[in-house]
């Protein structure tokens, strides 16, 4: 496992031992360096950043800080160390040793996987391209750089696996994921969620903590796959994953902070009043955490999904904290309740539980989601505002699945299309709604500034303070 940071691409997968390999995975680095400056952060090239970069797998001590110019990041591939014995945790291969090769059979939804999860990384750094360029403060700027890289090591991760264990095949598959863009129309990105827009800052906070939630999710059950490589790289992706939510936690919380103190400050709680001294008001927030929890949670799947049960049984894809669940972890004889819209009408049904693997994945993150949202909440509360944050029901505004093409009001009553369109710019950002926020977002990059509608956030990066110099400008 030792690692080599000296090599053109820093692994510790033993690239140099080979040379087939490192050099195709050499080859593909222009075409991800090119991708970069393309369609990477925005007028960044000469920016010095204060950026952590992963150079280990230890616990302790995993990564370095430093300033680094972008496109020079030293965009690295990392495994967690193997565990000795490691057998499949779950599904029919139930405590058969773990695959360190694809088996044959398995290899053409391994690869769907791979390449779905693959094509979520520089989609969302393609969402975000345009961010940098109205910071609402230098301590967010580096913050937002830094997700970016990683979000450029992750497609990195993925594209190890398609060229280490997928051959020729591999090989266009990781050619794919620089040619498809997110909301292009000829070649879109793969999930729904990554063709929407990140055009402002409130969204970008939303979608860090609803979108890269998702990504917890998936990678945490992709990290108890009975392919060894795969469940190795997610368990390290997830030690970066972390910060990214931690943005979107404090992010969202920032935005709350500041609009109760503008509350108060002007004893008022008239929309109007609190955009014009520029903060957010809360009805605004409740439409954007709307929108982004219900295209997130699109992000599971079907309700009741046969891909899903498939890629169980074969013990590609595990449920969250799969060793931690209770039970006989083949799930042919369990079964499951899940939510369902039939014939107009929202009511649990009872399903094997095999084929609800997804169901019970988005079940989990609900409750996660709703942890960060109570948090939210404890803020106003603490403002003494009367006023409190809400997950819509499951079924709101939802393009996958069972609810796909209903009306469903956010309090989860089954309303007409009629009553759908005269309330949708109740639930979900109308265009002044995006407008305005769209005016709040100018450049605020001087060290110790913050945007009038974002509160300062309580420490800084790697022990320094807010107003460090994050970013130097050449
Ligand atoms: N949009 O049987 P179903 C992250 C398709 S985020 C469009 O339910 P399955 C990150 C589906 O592909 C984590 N299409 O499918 C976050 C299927 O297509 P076919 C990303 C969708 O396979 C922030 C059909 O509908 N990782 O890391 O059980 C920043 C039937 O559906 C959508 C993963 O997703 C959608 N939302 O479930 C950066 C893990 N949903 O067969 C990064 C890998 C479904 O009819 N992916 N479809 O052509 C998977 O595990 C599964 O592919 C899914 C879908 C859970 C996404």
Not at 47 to 60: G, I, M, N
Not at 241 to 256: D, L, N, P, S
Not at 324 to 344: A, R, Y
Request: net charge negative.
């Amino acid at each position: 496992m030792s690692v080599d940071l000296n090599a053109k691409i820093p692994n510790n997968v033993g690239l140099a031992e080979d040379r087939r390999l490192q050099r195709a995975l050499e080859s593909w680095q222009p075409s991800f360096i090119n991708w970069w400056k393309e369609l990477g952060p925005e007028g960044t090239q000469n920016y010095d950043v204060y950026l952590r970069t992963a150079v280990s797998v230890e616990a302790e001590g995993w990564a370095n800080f430093g300033y680094v110019k972008m496109p020079e990041y030293r965009w690295g591939i990392f495994l967690a160390p193997p565990v000795d014995g490691r057998t499949i945790p779950f599904g029919e291969h139930k405590g058969q040793p773990v695959w360190n090769d694809v088996p044959g059979e398995y290899r053409a939804a391994l690869r769907r996987l791979i390449v779905t999860q693959g094509d979520t990384e520089p989609a969302s750094v393609e969402q975000q391209r345009l961010l940098g360029l109205t910071a609402p403060s230098l301590y967010d700027l580096r913050n937002l750089f830094q997700v970016n890289c990683e979000e450029g090591r992750h497609l990195w991760a993925m594209v190890y696996l398609l060229h280490a264990y997928f051959g020729r095949d591999g090989r266009e598959e990781a050619e794919m994921m620089l040619q498809r863009h997110s909301s292009d129309i000829d070649k879109p990105r793969i999930l729904g969620a990554f063709n929407e827009e990140t055009p402002d800052w409130l969204s970008y906070f939303m979608f860090t903590f609803f979108t890269d939630r998702d990504g917890k999710f998936q990678l945490s059950s992709l990290a108890e796959s009975g392919f060894d490589p795969l469940a190795r790289t997610c368990q390290f992706m997830l030690t970066e994953e972390a910060h990214h939510m931690f943005i979107g936690t404090t992010g969202v919380m920032r935005v709350v902070t500041r609009t109760c103190e503008v509350m108060n400050e002007l004893k008022t709680d008239d929309p109007e009043k609190i955009r014009a001294a520029g903060a957010i008001d809360l009805p605004t927030l409740q439409k954007y955490l709307n929108f982004h929890y219900s295209v997130s949670l699109d992000l599971f799947g079907q309700e009741i999904s046969t891909n899903a049960a498939n890629y169980y049984t074969a013990g590609l894809k595990a449920r969250f904290e799969e060793s931690n669940i209770d039970d006989d972890h083949v799930l042919k004889d369990g079964s499951e309740k899940v939510t369902m819209f039939e014939n107009g009408v929202i009511k649990e049904v009872e399903t094997n539980a095999l084929l609800a693997v997804n169901e019970r994945l988005r079940d989990d993150y609900v409750t996660d989601c709703q942890i960060g949202v109570s948090r939210w909440n404890k803020t106003i509360k603490r403002h003494k505002i009367n006023f409190q944050l809400t997950l819509p029901h499951r079924g709101f505004h939802r393009a996958i699945g069972t609810f796909a093409g209903s009306n469903i009001a956010p309090d989860g009553a089954v309303i007409t299309k009629e009553q759908w369109n005269k309330q949708i710019d109740k639930w979900l950002p109308s265009k002044g709604d995006r407008d305005f926020v769209i005016s709040l977002q100018r450049s605020c990059i001087e060290p110790g500034k913050i945007a009038s509608w974002v509160a300062p956030p309580g420490r800084g990066i790697d022990g320094h303070s807010f107003d460090y110099q994050y970013v130097r400008f050449n």
